[in-house]
């Protein structure tokens, strides 16, 4: 009896002892620092439209992603430029990827920032460590979502009806629909919201 106490205890001490061992191991490993990539190549033009086509930007930059942070996410997605150029699409469109990866004992988490420049076909990429920051994150699905071509295109037609010109313009894709933003000389001048399905425009709260 006293023999298979005394093997119970040894377990439970070699269990602690690796516990141990593997925390201190955890926090011993060398965080990675920044990356940073400027002006790589991005081909964002139709080839037989020659019309920026975002949809093929995004699954290129995925693939850029996911060989140096395998198994990334897409996590945010959005859209600056010239309220009179947003139909066109030129200007910024900016992605956040994520890696986490999980085990027993600790889950590390890497960012990609990824800016692309549609007029000038390229893109700068930004790889961080937000493993110690308050980092909140969940998968865009955009399956079955009105393509960022036809949400440009609803949100040109908006302005016009607001007669909205001469401004700068952010899209922004939140969990069921964009927030549209235009601003000049730092104030708002107009808020709205396109539902990311139906493209139905609607004012913000």
């Not at 298979?4 to 926090?27: A, E, P, Y």
């Not at 060398?30 to 990356?35: G, I, S």
């Not at 235009?182 to 399905?197: A, G, L, M, P, Q």
């Amino acid at each position: 009896m006293e023999r298979r106490q005394m093997t119970s205890k040894h377990r439970l001490l070699i269990l602690f002892l690796l516990t141990v061992i593997s925390l201190l191991f955890v926090s011993c490993l060398p965080r990675v620092h920044e990356e940073y990539q400027t002006s790589v190549p991005v081909r964002v033009l139709d080839p037989d439209t020659h019309e920026v086509d975002l949809d093929t930007a995004i699954a290129r930059a995925s693939s850029l992603i996911n060989k140096t942070l395998p198994d990334a996410y897409l996590a945010g997605i959005s859209y600056v430029g010239r309220c009179d150029e947003v139909e066109d699409l030129y200007g910024k469109l900016n992605l956040t990827f994520v890696q986490e990866k999980r085990s027993i004992l600790s889950t590390s988490v890497r960012v990609a920032d990824v800016s692309i420049d549609t007029n000038r076909q390229n893109m700068d990429i930004r790889i961080w460590d937000a493993t110690d920051k308050y980092f909140i994150a969940k998968p865009l699905i955009l399956q079955n979502d009105l393509s960022i071509q036809e949400i440009a295109s609803i949100t040109s037609a908006q302005l016009d009806k607001l007669k909205v010109e001469r401004c700068d313009i952010m899209l922004t894709r939140l969990e069921d629909y964009w927030l549209v933003v235009c601003t000049s000389w730092r104030s708002r001048i107009c808020e709205f919201k396109v539902d990311i399905k139906t493209g139905k425009v609607v004012p913000t709260d």
